[in-house]
C-alpha cells in the first residue's frame, strides 16, 4: 500500500549517504544496498486521493523505475492456513486457497475488466436472517458477556466493512449492547491559520456546532463513547518501539477524565499498557476550505473495521458486511484471506433493497499484474 514515490525517495537519499553528497552518484538503487520488499499485488494498492484507476496502478511499486532493478522471489505456501491443519483437510484447505487466489486475480466470475459480480459458496454467507447484523456480531463475538475480560478475546476477532460510515454503525451498536457505563468524551475543535486561505477568510462564517459535525477518515469524532474492556484502535502513530501505531488494536482497561489506560491486543506487545492523551490532530482533506484543529483522543471503537485497516493481520473469526459492495482493488481478497480457516469467516451481503443475496462485486485491476508473475 506504500506509494512509490516513498521507495524513490529512500533511493535518493541512500544514494546521497553511499556517495558522500558527490555528484558522481552510483547507478545502483539504494547506494548498493540490499532492500527486500514484501507484499501482495492482489491485495489493496496505494490510496491516492481522488485517484482515478490509472492513477491508483502508476501509484506502485512496479510503477517505478525501481522495478527493473528488483528480483522477484515468490511465496508458494499459505502459512495462516495450512500451519498446524490436519492432513485430513488438506484438499478443503488447498480449493479454498485457490479459490481466494483466483478472485484475487479476477479468475472467478467471467470476464473482469475492473468488476465483476461473483457468487458467493453458501456455507460461507448467512442466509434467511430476520437480524443479518445480529447473527454476523454473534458470530464473530459469541458469548462476549462473558470473555470480553480475556485479553485473547478480541485479538483475533473482527467485523470488516468497505466504508466508514457502516464500521460506525457497527461499532455502535455493539457499545449500546456492551456491559457497563459509558463515559462521553468530546473534542475541542477550532480553526488554525493556513497560508492557503485567501484574504476575504471569515473564520465566524464556520460555527462551532458545524466544526464538531465533521467526520473525516482518519479522524476521531467530535463526540467519543467507551467503556471499560471495549476494543479500541489508535489512529495515529505514538510509540513506535513500544508498538503504538497507525492501526495498533487496545481494550480499554480504565477511562479517566484526561487520560484513558488501555492494554494492547494485537502486533508484538500483547498485554503492554499505556496512558493515552488527547492530542491536536489536523486533517488533510484538501476538500476542506480551512484548516480544522481538533483536540481528540486519537482513537476509535473497533468491534468493526475497514476492510482497509485489517490488511495484515491475521484472525480466527471474520465477519463481511457487505452492505454496499467494495469499491476498489483487492478489497474483497483481503476480507476473505484474514481468516485462518474456512471455518472462520461469514458474509452478510445486502441487494439496494436490504435483501439477503449471495452475490457481490469483485474489484480487480489486471494491469497490475502486467511485468510480475502471480
Known amino acids: 500500500m506504500i506509494h512509490k514515490h516513498a521507495f524513490e525517495a529512500l533511493d535518493r537519499t541512500l544514494n546521497d549517504v553511499m556517495n558522500g553528497g558527490s555528484a558522481n552518484t552510483s547507478k545502483a538503487v539504494f547506494g548498493g544496498k540490499v532492500v527486500v520488499f514484501c507484499g501482495d499485488f492482489r491485495q489493496i494498492l496505494p490510496v491516492v486521493t481522488n485517484d482515478t484507476r490509472s492513477e491508483c496502478v502508476n501509484a506502485c511499486i512496479n510503477s517505478s523505475y525501481i522495478w527493473s532493478k528488483c528480483k522477484v522471489l515468490k511465496l508458494t505456501k499459505n502459512m495462516r492456513l495450512t500451519v498446524g491443519c490436519r492432513s485430513s483437510d488438506i484438499q478443503n484447505i488447498t480449493e479454498f486457497v485457490n479459490w481466494l487466489l483466483d478472485i484475487g486475480q479476477g479468475n472467478v466470475g467471467g470476464p473482469n475488466a475492473g468488476e465483476a459480480v461473483i457468487d458467493i459458496p453458501d456455507d460461507l454467507l448467512i442466509l434467511n436472517s430476520v437480524d443479518p447484523m445480529g447473527d454476523l456480531i454473534r458470530f464473530v463475538y459469541p458469548i462476549i458477556l462473558d470473555r470480553f475480560n480475556e485479553l485473547t478475546h478480541f485479538q483475533d476477532r473482527a467485523l470488516l466493512a468497505p466504508l466508514n460510515e457502516v464500521v460506525q454503525e457497527i461499532n455502535e451498536r455493539m457499545l449500546d449492547h456492551f456491559p457497563g457505563e459509558e463515559v462521553e468524551y468530546l473534542s475541542s475543535d477550532s480553526l488554525t491559520e493556513c ?122 473469526r471474520v465477519g463481511l458486511y457487505l452492505k454496499d459492495p467494495v469499491f476498489s482493488h483487492g478489497q474483497l481478497y483481503v476480507a476473505l484471506s484474514r481468516v485462518k480457516t474456512r471455518d472462520g469467516i461469514k458474509l452478510v451481503i445486502l441487494d439496494k433493497e436490504s435483501k439477503l443475496i449471495n452475490k457481490t462485486t469483485n474489484v480487480v485491476y489486471k494491469e497490475i499484474f502486467g511485468n510480475i508473475e502471480c
Do not use: W
Open 195 to 316: 497560508e492557503d486561505l485567501s484574504e476575504d477568510f471569515d473564520p465566524q462564517l464556520y460555527s462551532r456546532d458545524l466544526l464538531n459535525g465533521l467526520k473525516m477518515s482518519g479522524m476521531p469524532n467530535h463526540r467519543l463513547a467507551h467503556k471499560v474492556g471495549v476494543p479500541i484502535m489508535l489512529l495515529r502513530n505514538i510509540n513506535h518501539k513500544k508498538g503504538l501505531c497507525n492501526g495498533t488494536r487496545l481494550q480499554v482497561v480504565s477511562l479517566g477524565r484526561r487520560v484513558i489506560e488501555a492494554k494492547v491486543v494485537s502486533g508484538t506487545n500483547i498485554g503492554y499498557r499505556t496512558l493515552i492523551s488527547r492530542v491536536s490532530l489536523t486533517p488533510t482533506d484538501k476538500k476542506l476550505p480551512f484548516r480544522l484543529k481538533r483536540r481528540q483522543f486519537p482513537i476509535s471503537v473497533c468491534f468493526a473495521m475497514t476492510i482497509n485497516k485489517s490488511q495484515g493481520q491475521s484472525l480466527s
